[in-house]
């Protein structure tokens, strides 16, 4: 199972755009990037999942390099209510028989005013 | 819509006691997964489910440890003899259908169990 490194903190103010980096030079060729995020006393959110290039929401961008092993999650004009655990999960794109994901210790995001 | 709900939100038992945490799941997911969240860390696998059918048990910790889903919905974790090392959030989520890890996780806001 592919493993993710994404850095354990960041700090950012209101208004400015936030990317968390996550590696995953193991990743298959099969493996999808999810990213989750957790708010204090609440369970994971899904917040945005990709496979190659780049992709976008309405809360979130996924940049991924030609190589896959790494992505980018951007977060535009941060405020206060994203401070929060963001989580870079990598897994299987067919049913292979796993279905549980694989949280690592996710990247704790704090917002300052 | 209804999301993913769970009850007790907190629990306190003491060491020794057993204890039932309940989690309704999304209607008409097939599948439903338990996690342990230990304080600082992500969640961690315990069990899953695919309608009333219990594919995976590899994260149970211990044979203290106990899930059913009997009629493909709700679902009981339970945990027999509690000690305080299981003290922790518990996560219940579930998905549409029974695909791989691409399929997204909808998640309760979590059981929190403290044993003393």
């Known amino acids: 199972l592919a493993k993710t490194t994404q850095p354990i903190s960041m700090d950012s103010y209101e208004g400015q755009e936030v990317n968390i980096t996550c590696s995953h030079n193991?990743?298959?060729?099969?493996?999808?990037i999810t990213w989750y995020q957790q708010f204090p006393s609440q369970g994971p959110r899904f917040i945005i999942q990709?496979?190659?290039t780049k992709v976008t929401n309405e809360v979130a961008s996924l940049f991924i390099p030609a190589d896959r092993k790494s992505s980018t999650l951007s977060l535009p004009r941060v405020s206060l209510s994203d401070t929060a655990v963001y989580y870079c999960l990598v897994g299987d794109g067919m049913d292979t028989g796993r279905r549980a994901l694989t949280f690592g210790s996710g990247t704790r995001l704090q917002v300052q005013p | 819509g209804a999301g993913v709900s769970q009850s007790p939100r907190y629990k306190v038992a003491k060491r020794g006691q057993d204890v039932a945490l309940r989690c309704d799941p999304i209607s008409g997911h097939v599948s439903l997964f338990w996690y342990q969240q230990a304080l600082g860390q992500g969640p961690e696998f315990l069990t899953y489910f695919q309608n009333e059918a219990q594919l995976d048990k590899s994260g149970l910790p211990s044979d203290r440890f106990f899930a059913e889903r009997p009629e493909g919905s709700v679902s009981t974790l339970k945990i027999q003899r509690t000690q305080q090392e299981d003290s922790a959030v518990y996560l219940c989520?579930?998905?549409?259908?029974?695909?791989?890890?691409?399929?997204?996780?909808?998640f309760g806001p979590g059981t929190r169990l403290l044993v003393l």
């Open positions: 193991n990743i298959a060729t099969n493996d999808y």
């Open positions: 990709g496979y190659k």
């Open positions: 989520a579930s998905s549409l259908s029974p695909s791989g890890t691409q399929e997204t996780q909808y």
